[in-house]
């Protein structure tokens, strides 16, 4: 966490206490028009590559209606070990500086992913803390959106319940097993409370890793792509049994993004559940919520469970 007597790089003072509090930011104007075609650029070569898939793959993941006549992707995995631009781009000032205005000057990569939420059939994600998945040793740990197309209310935007990220860790299972989401009602949130980050091509959104959010099917005929890039302060380290990454030392060092790594975690109190047992049928978010009894938003067009 960042000790606040360091001054800060890009945000303002009240941008920091409004993450604070809330739990989330939208900064426009982050990444240039460049970038962002550039960004666009990679997607189309990505996607020229997986046209003739069948199945998902450690890059790809797929529509439930895709078919190799009429590909359709729904994430692409790890995108920065894809293309240099995302690589890039993770590491410049545009997504670091205002993480380290939040996190402190250490930081470590937890993952990243492509969204497409692709128009008219782009998969909704149902409500979830991205902690049920991975919790750590202390949560200064967020996700930075990209927005790489403009994010407007009817494409799906992200939606964030603004001050849950101070609340507890829901219950995500469901049938004994871990689902990846969780009950608004038994959480008791109502929908209507819930704050869609918008903004225009080259915004970013942040959310706190507790924070409850999801997004709805994009019914729209605007893409939806935003690329994520989930980032820990590098003294959070994943608990045993979750979902976090940590197959060896030098694996972990080795996505060090900024700053200095430790052997030495940060373990705060900090409320958990573990993601056990893993569900039948393992994959993306998408697949692992498909197991759920809790259905948050209704299915796209394609094959449904
Ligand atoms: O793409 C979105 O709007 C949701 C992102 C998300 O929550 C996830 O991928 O875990």
Same mark, same amino acid.
């Given at each position: 966490?960042?000790?606040?007597?360091?001054?800060?790089?890009? +945000?303002?003072?009240? =941008?920091?206490?409004? /993450?604070?509090? &809330?739990?989330?930011?939208?900064?426009?104007?982050? #990444?240039?028009?460049? #970038?962002?075609?550039?960004?666009?650029?990679?997607?189309?070569?990505?996607?020229?590559?997986?046209?003739?898939?069948?199945?998902?793959?450690?890059?790809?993941?797929?529509?439930?209606?895709?078919?190799?006549?009429?590909?359709?992707?729904?994430?692409?995995?790890?995108?920065?070990?894809?293309?240099?631009?995302? &690589?890039?781009?993770?590491?410049?000032?545009?997504?670091?500086?205002?993480?380290?205005?939040?996190? %402190?000057?250490?930081?470590?990569?937890?993952?990243?992913?492509?969204?497409?939420?692709?128009?008219? /059939?782009?998969?909704?994600?149902?409500?979830?803390?991205?902690?049920?998945?991975?919790?750590?040793?202390?949560?200064?740990? +967020?996700?930075?959106? #990209?927005?790489?197309?403009?994010?407007?209310?009817?494409?799906?935007?992200?939606?964030?319940?603004? %001050?849950?990220? *101070?609340?507890?860790?829901?219950?995500?299972?469901?049938?004994?097993?871990?689902?990846?989401?969780?009950?608004?009602?038994?959480? @008791?949130?109502?929908?209507?409370?819930? #704050?869609?980050?918008?903004?225009?091509?080259?915004?970013?959104?942040?959310?706190?890793?507790?924070?409850?959010?999801?997004?709805?099917?994009?019914?729209?005929?605007?893409?939806?792509?935003? +690329?994520? /890039?989930?980032?820990?302060?590098?003294?959070?380290?994943?608990?045993?049994?979750?979902? @976090?990454?940590?197959?060896?030392?030098?694996?972990?060092?080795?996505?060090?993004?900024?700053?200095?790594?430790?052997?030495?975690?940060?373990?705060?109190?900090?409320?958990?559940?573990?993601? $056990?047992? $893993?569900?039948?049928? =393992? @994959?993306?978010? /998408?697949?692992?919520?498909?197991?759920?009894?809790?259905?948050?938003?209704?299915?796209?067009?394609?094959? *449904?469970?």
């Amino acid at each position: 966490m960042n000790d606040m007597t360091r001054p800060l790089e890009c +945000l303002t003072p009240e =941008q920091a206490e409004a /993450y604070a509090r &809330d739990g989330y930011l939208v900064l426009e104007g982050r #990444v240039s028009a460049q #970038v962002i075609a550039a960004c666009h650029a990679e997607i189309d070569r990505i996607r020229n590559e997986a046209r003739h898939l069948t199945a998902h793959t450690d890059q790809i993941d797929l529509e439930d209606s895709h078919t190799p006549d009429d590909p359709r992707i729904r994430r692409i995995k790890l995108p920065h070990k894809q293309s240099a631009v995302i &690589d890039d781009l993770m590491r410049s000032d545009a997504i670091l500086a205002p993480v380290r205005d939040l996190l %402190g000057p250490n930081l470590r990569l937890q993952n990243s992913k492509l969204n497409m939420k692709s128009a008219r /059939y782009g998969a909704p994600v149902d409500w979830h803390q991205d902690w049920s998945f991975y919790p750590y040793t202390n949560d200064d740990i +967020l996700a930075v959106g #990209v927005f790489l197309d403009d994010v407007t209310e009817e494409n799906g935007p992200l939606m964030v319940f603004p %001050g849950s990220h *101070r609340g507890p860790v829901h219950d995500h299972h469901s049938d004994g097993y871990f689902a990846g989401t969780m009950s608004l009602a038994a959480a @008791g949130l109502d929908p209507k409370d819930a #704050v869609r980050a918008m903004g225009p091509a080259g915004s970013i959104s942040i959310h706190h890793v507790r924070t409850v959010h999801g997004s709805d099917l994009n019914r729209s005929s605007r893409d939806r792509a935003v +690329l994520f /890039y989930e980032i820990a302060a590098a003294d959070a380290f994943p608990i045993a049994g979750s979902m @976090g990454m940590f197959p060896s030392l030098e694996e972990f060092d080795s996505r060090m993004l900024f700053g200095r790594s430790t052997i030495e975690p940060r373990v705060t109190n900090v409320p958990v559940r573990i993601p $056990q047992p $893993q569900p039948p049928t =393992q @994959g993306s978010i /998408y697949e692992i919520q498909k197991q759920s009894a809790v259905q948050g938003f209704e299915r796209g067009p394609g094959k *449904r469970m």
